[in-house]
């Protein structure tokens, strides 16, 4: 048995090769980058190193250096000059970028890390909304925790609980970044306080290029068109009483005729809140809920396009959509062309669905 867990033990040195072999305490273990940009770029790494370990707590105390650089290639090049020990990407989980870094553009980026080996593609990008980005990674969360693993908590719980955001990594944003006629979404970080971080909603960028952050409202309609699941409320006062309904699956179906696109936007929905006391038993009140309920979401999601339109966006594809279809190369399609919307609606009552479509 103790042979065994010797050999266990050994394997990981036998894989990776004597000749790559480092010293667990030589290395600085980058977990986190902020980007800012103010002339020149400006880097904060997210480090753990063993030499950094608390006996008290067990764990081992992140910490943070700065490099600058007047490109992105320079900055990193210089970042071994700030760290003691030689600095590895193996463990990276977030980059966080400024509005500035943003609003620069971040072809420069996106070329040096898919460039560079050494750095894993398997990250979340981030925007730091008002504030800079080294605020963001230099905060000191109540859990103890890294910032970079506060950060992954959070936007992974976030998505679980209330779909607002797109949990794609970098190889996602990259893939966005390349295609034809759809622009890219990445999620928008908030400094609440010294201690708290917090998601808000969806960023837009156009060409590399920061363009805008939506509010709360959009970013839950604009997730709840591209992602299957949902998590979105509707709520409707009858008499000053709140009925709601959640939207927790949508399926959209995109029909380009007439020189106008349509959206035929499905929702399936559970009821959350019925304070009015509806006999939702009663078949004959279904009819309404759908009717009202289908109003409100066309509302919303009208306003959605007309607001994507206006930031000169197409997060949703729709040129991409419209290439596919035609073979036709219009980037502008979604801008330039009508946009109508269809909302079906299916109420899941019960254990099972009523069932209601209206144009």
Not at 53 to 78: H, M, W
Not at 110 to 133: G, V
């Amino acid at each position: 048995m103790k042979k065994i867990i010797f050999l266990i033990l050994l394997l990981p040195f036998f894989i990776c090769g004597c000749s790559d072999y480092k010293e667990v305490d030589k290395l600085a273990f980058i977990t986190a980058i902020g980007i800012d940009y103010d002339e020149k770029y400006e880097l904060t790494f997210e480090i753990l190193a063993g030499q950094n370990y608390d006996t008290e707590s067990g764990k081992i105390k992140p910490y943070t250096v700065t490099a600058s650089g007047k490109t992105i290639a320079e900055a990193f090049a210089n970042a071994p000059l700030s760290i003691n020990t030689m600095p590895n990407y193996f463990h990276l989980r977030v980059v966080v970028i400024s509005e500035n870094a943003g609003y620069n553009g971040t072809k420069d980026l996106l070329d040096y890390i898919t460039r560079n080996p050494q750095i894993s593609n398997n990250f979340y990008l981030l925007l730091a909304k008002d504030t800079e980005a080294k605020d963001i990674l230099k905060i000191k969360p109540e859990s103890g925790e890294s910032v970079a693993n506060t950060l992954t908590d959070l936007i992974e719980y976030s998505y679980k609980s209330q779909n607002i955001i797109f949990t794609n990594t970098f190889t996602d944003n990259l893939e966005t970044y390349s295609t034809y006629g759809i622009d890219t979404t990445i999620t928008t970080i908030k400094k609440k306080d010294d201690k708290t971080l917090t998601v808000d909603g969806i960023s837009l960028f156009k060409d590399g290029k920061y363009i805008t952050s939506l509010d709360k409202e959009n970013s839950y309609l604009l997730a709840s068109l591209i992602n299957k699941e949902s998590n979105y409320l509707l709520t409707k006062e009858y008499d000053d009483k709140n009925f709601a309904i959640n939207i927790y699956k949508t399926k959209v179906n995109y029909e380009y005729e007439d020189n106008k696109v349509k959206l035929v936007i499905n929702l399936n929905a559970e009821i959350k809140l019925n304070e009015p006391n509806f006999n939702l038993k009663n078949e004959d009140i279904y009819p309404k809920l759908n009717d009202d309920f289908i109003k409100i979401a066309h509302d919303k999601y009208s306003s959605l396009i007309s607001d994507l339109k206006a930031t000169h966006t197409d997060p949703l594809g729709i040129a991409n959509k419209y290439y596919k279809k035609t073979k036709k190369k219009d980037r502008d399609y979604f801008f330039n062309h009508d946009v109508d919307i269809e909302v079906k609606l299916n109420i899941n009552r019960n254990g099972f669905t009523y069932e209601a479509k209206y144009e």
